[in-house]
C-alpha cells in the first residue's frame, strides 16, 4: 500500500488548493501524520519540525504535515505558529488508511521519509514528540549521503561462477524478468524475448556449452535473451537499437537478482544453432546471451582460474580510460 500511495495523491492546502506531491519528485519528502491541529503535541511538533526546516531542506527534502483538520483550520494553526512548510487536509482518511496510520477513526501519530523517487525508505509509527524532529533529519542526512554514493547492489554484483544445485522457485525467476522487462527502450518498444530454461530443455542447452562453461552446468534455470532487428528502431549510421535495449534489460535483470541473493551471470560462450532450436527461438533471431541462473555456491567445487577470480578483488579500469570530459578517452597502449 505504502508504495502504491507514495507522492501519487493529492491533497488541499491550507489554502484549500489542491497540491500534487508528485511535484516534489527529485527531492526528499517527510511525510508527517497528526491527529488534530493546537492540540499541545500537535502543537510542540510542528515546532520543533519548524526550528529544523532550514536544515532539512538543506538535506533537499520538504517538510509536509497530514491531518483531518479543515484547510480552515489548518490556515489557523500555520498562521498562529508561523509555519512554513506544507501542511495538507485529509478529512476524509483515504490517505491515512492508506498509509495504515488510522486506527478506528483515529488518525495515529507517525512519520514517513519519501526518497527522491518516492518510495518510503523509513517510517516511524506511535511518534512520541520529544526528540522526534530530530531523529528524522538525522536519518534523513545519512539517507541522502548514503543515496549519493554508487548503488549498493550495483556496487556488490559480481560474474560469479559457484554455484548450488537447488532450484530457483519459479516465482523469484518471473520477479528477475519482470524487472528486465521495466528497462527502457526505444520508442518502449519493449524488443526483448526471454525463454527459460528448466528440466530437460536446460540440460539439452548445456550440452551446447563449451568446456569452459562447466561451472554453468550447475545451473538450475537458465534464460536465453532474444531479439530481432525489426523488432526496434533501426538509426543513421548502422545502429540497430535492439542490441542495447537487451542490454539494458539485462542489466536490470542482474541488478534484480543481485538484490534477491541470486547468481545471474550472462555468457556468450554457447552455441546458437542448436540452443535456438531447441528452445524455439527462431533462425532470423539473434540469441543475444544466456544468462546462467542459481543460488552462490563453494567456490572449492571451481577450477583454480575461476577459484581466484570468485575469490580475488574486483578488478576495474580506471574512470579515466574509459571516460573523456567532452572528448574521447584517449586508448591504453
Not at 491533497?11 to 491527529?35: A, T
Request: hydrophobic fraction near 45%; glycine fraction near 8%.
Amino acid at each position: 500500500m505504502l508504495f502504491q500511495f507514495g507522492l501519487n495523491f493529492t491533497l488541499p492546502d491550507k489554502e484549500g488548493k489542491p497540491l500534487d506531491l508528485r511535484g516534489f519528485l527529485g527531492r526528499y519528502v517527510i511525510l508527517y501524520f497528526f491527529p488534530k491541529a493546537g492540540t499541545p503535541g500537535c502543537t510542540q511538533e510542528a515546532r520543533d519540525f519548524q526550528s529544523l526546516l532550514p536544515r532539512f531542506r538543506a538535506a533537499e527534502a520538504e517538510v509536509v504535515g497530514i491531518s483531518p483538520d479543515s484547510p480552515q483550520a489548518l490556515s489557523k494553526f500555520a498562521q498562529k505558529e508561523r509555519l512554513e512548510f506544507v501542511l495538507l487536509s485529509d478529512a476524509e482518511g483515504k490517505l491515512s488508511q492508506g498509509y495504515g496510520v488510522s486506527l478506528n477513526g483515529k488518525v495515529q501519530r507517525a512519520t514517513f521519509l519519501l526518497d527522491r523517487a518516492g518510495i518510503v525508505r523509513w517510517a516511524w509509527h506511535k511518534v512520541r514528540v520529544p526528540g522526534h524532529a530530530g531523529e528524522v533529519l538525522r536519518t534523513l542526512q545519512a539517507l541522502y549521503h548514503a543515496d549519493l554514493a554508487v548503488n549498493p547492489w550495483i556496487a556488490v554484483r559480481r560474474a560469479k561462477r559457484a554455484l548450488k544445485l537447488d532450484p530457483v522457485p519459479k516465482e523469484l525467476i518471473e520477479r528477475v524478468i519482470e524487472a528486465a522487462h521495466l528497462a527502457p527502450s526505444c520508442f518502449n518498444n519493449q524488443p526483448w524475448r526471454f525463454v527459460v530454461a528448466q528440466g530437460e530443455k536446460l540440460e539439452a542447452v548445456k550440452k551446447a556449452l563449451p568446456g569452459g562453461n562447466y561451472w554453468a552446468l550447475k545451473s538450475p534455470a537458465m534464460v536465453a535473451v532474444a531479439s530481432h532487428v525489426d523488432l526496434d528502431c533501426r538509426l543513421s549510421d548502422n545502429r540497430d537499437y535492439f542490441l542495447f535495449d537487451c542490454g539494458m534489460a539485462v542489466g536490470f535483470l542482474m541488478v534484480q537478482a543481485t538484490q534477491m541473493g541470486l547468481v545471474a551471470h550472462p555468457i556468450a560462450g554457447y552455441d546458437p544453432l542448436p540452443v535456438k532450436e531447441i528452445l524455439g527461438i527462431p533462425k532470423d533471431y539473434v540469441l543475444i546471451t544466456l544468462v546462467v541462473l542459481g543460488w552462490p555456491g563453494d567456490p572449492a567445487g571451481l577450477g583454480e582460474k575461476h577459484r581466484e577470480l570468485e575469490l580475488g578483488p574486483r578488478v576495474r579500469k580506471p574512470l579515466s580510460a574509459v571516460c573523456g570530459w567532452n572528448e574521447m578517452p584517449k586508448e591504453e597502449k
